[in-house]
């Protein structure tokens, strides 16, 4: 039995819609997006991890700052490791909370002497720069009557350089005075010629001249004893290298 191919439907697939020349196409837009911080605070520095204890410390810091009630997040504090507080201290001082800051240095400054000058630097900069020049004069009267911290000559000369550059007068002369308390200039501690340089400086731009002269006469007095001592020793090692020379010929 034959089937007429006549009898088979045709089947048609819909065409797709043709694209005219005149027809519009949607454009689409992108845009920037740019991720930072919200503020103009700097990033945190390469290498520097804060620890759980340290990241709750802050926080708690800022929470009773907020409520008026800093003093109670003091024994907490007391409970950090030394690298820990440093570390605490250096992140409210990248976020400028000057305030908190100096507090966490005193809670430092009690629990692990001696004193860190660089760190004190660091927080007389942070200070100057957030218009909170008075609070200097008070942080370098608290380091008053403390021994010890005072002889690295570096990190000094960096503190007072952080003094003068805030133009605190009445600092620059506690720092003098703590420095001549100390034994500065003496046989204990010799003057150091870069920090004298600074200290003259800075007391003679303040207005101090006569303290200005006191650290310069200090400092040549100190340079004039120290040359008899050196030729002493360098005639010494010459005598001994010439008397060697005629043992062995």
């Not at 909370?97 to 809670?107: E, G, M, N, Q």
């Not at 009445?170 to 001549?180: D, K, L, P, Q, S």
């Not at 100390?182 to 006569?210: F, I």
Request: charged residues 25%; proline residues 5%.
């Amino acid at each position: 039995m034959s089937i007429s191919l006549s009898f088979i439907p045709s089947l048609t697939l819909p065409q797709p819609p043709s694209l005219s020349r005149n027809a519009t196409v949607p454009r689409r837009w992108f845009s920037s997006i740019r991720c930072g911080p919200r503020d103009n605070r700097g990033p945190l520095l390469k290498g520097r991890i804060l620890s759980s204890e340290a990241i709750q410390s802050i926080q708690s810091l800022k929470r009773a700052h907020r409520t008026g009630s800093l003093s109670l997040s003091l024994p907490p504090l007391r409970r950090l490791l030394k690298a820990d507080l440093l570390a605490v201290v250096r992140e409210l001082l990248r976020q400028d909370h000057c305030t908190l800051a100096v507090h966490v240095l005193s809670t430092l400054r009690s629990e692990y002497p001696p004193l860190d000058l660089t760190l004190y630097a660091d927080v007389v900069n942070a200070l100057a720069r957030n218009g909170e020049r008075e609070e200097i004069d008070r942080l370098i009267g608290e380091m008053e009557g403390i021994e010890g911290g005072y002889e690295k000559d570096k990190a000094l000369a960096k503190l007072i350089r952080a003094v003068m550059g805030a133009e605190r007068r009445e600092a620059a002369v506690r720092i003098y005075g703590m420095m001549r308390e100390g034994g500065w200039g003496s046989e204990s501690w010799e003057a150091d010629e870069y920090v004298a340089e600074v200290l003259s400086k800075g007391l003679r731009r303040l207005g101090e001249e006569e303290l200005a002269a006191q650290v310069a006469s200090t400092q040549r007095s100190c340079c004039h004893s120290e040359k008899p001592i050196q030729k002493h020793l360098y005639w010494g090692k010459f005598i001994s290298v010439i008397s060697l020379i005629k043992r062995e010929l």
